[in-house]
């Protein structure tokens, strides 16, 4: 019983130093990304998402990444309207576990 | 020559400013352009991506028939027009590190000089451009319509980027602005040397034209 109790309390705390939940990323490849100027109306979606931590945006790679908040999500359908509306076409998109600072850091094009 | 094929390019085909009449989805676009002859400022709302809707007001300097300079056509009183303008963008090309957009408008305005008031003054205009992070092409033709007078405003414009901008960084372009009124009243067309600056929501674009007199536009977006 001892054991058991020490167990669950021990859980919780095992879980939250594991690494973050896959796939909390979202890479979108983004067609049409040439004027930072015009592309504000992007961040500015994405930001007013519930799901959304953070955004990287780099016209270098032709990428928006969102970074999601712990057990939310966006569906892959939801970031195509989003970027429809925003004016821009979603060419690929993938989940990956990447921080967006490793992102930020990579060598560009 | 060069000068006026482009700027008769920019007549014939759908036009583009220095700015898009449509920034992005639910924000407010405002412009101040200046030119020697010619002051606009305009402010859009898009509520879609694919539409804008708002205003403006151009103020023409009064031109007289004496000739000389880059005017001709006869002689005319400064003119205010107030406007109301839907824009439609009816057709992005989005492909890998490039964008194509045409645009097209339509509204009603009233002009006032010194001769006469007219009200219900329609105008319509489109614009074209295409750019990669390097380039920048773009046509525009504008018009104001009413029985006694109308004014056409075209302009054409080449960009090229000293170096590729990152989204968060500071954007620069050189450009080669080519701009002429037809119409009611003439200007024969006008080269002008600019700088184009943005970064973030600010736009800012000016330099002096062939008569070495300033040319510039300030858009901001809220």
Sequence with gaps: MRAIRFLLVLLPLLLAAAPGTPGRTLEMRVDGMVCAYCMQGIEKKFRSLGATDDIYISLENGLVAVRLKPGQDISEREARTLLQDAGYSLRSVRRTDQPLAALRARPQP | MLLRVAVALAVLLPGLAAAKPIA?????ATSFEYRPWMQRVESYYTPDVHLSLGGGFLHLDAVSASGGGHHHGGSQPSRDIG???LNVLAERWNLPQ????WFLWGGLGA?????RSAMLVPNFGSQFDFETRRLYFSARTDWHYAFTFREGDHQVQFAVAPYLHSYDGLATWIVLDGHAM???????PVAALLLRFFWHRVWLEGGADQNGEFVGTLMFTL
């Design chain 2, 24 to 28: 992005f989805q639910d924000a407010v």
């Design chain 2, 83 to 85: 406007y109301l303008r």
């Design chain 2, 98 to 101: 490039a964008q194509g957009n």
């Design chain 2, 111 to 115: 002009a006032h000089d010194a001769a």
């Design chain 2, 182 to 188: 037809t119409g009611s009243v003439r200007h024969d």
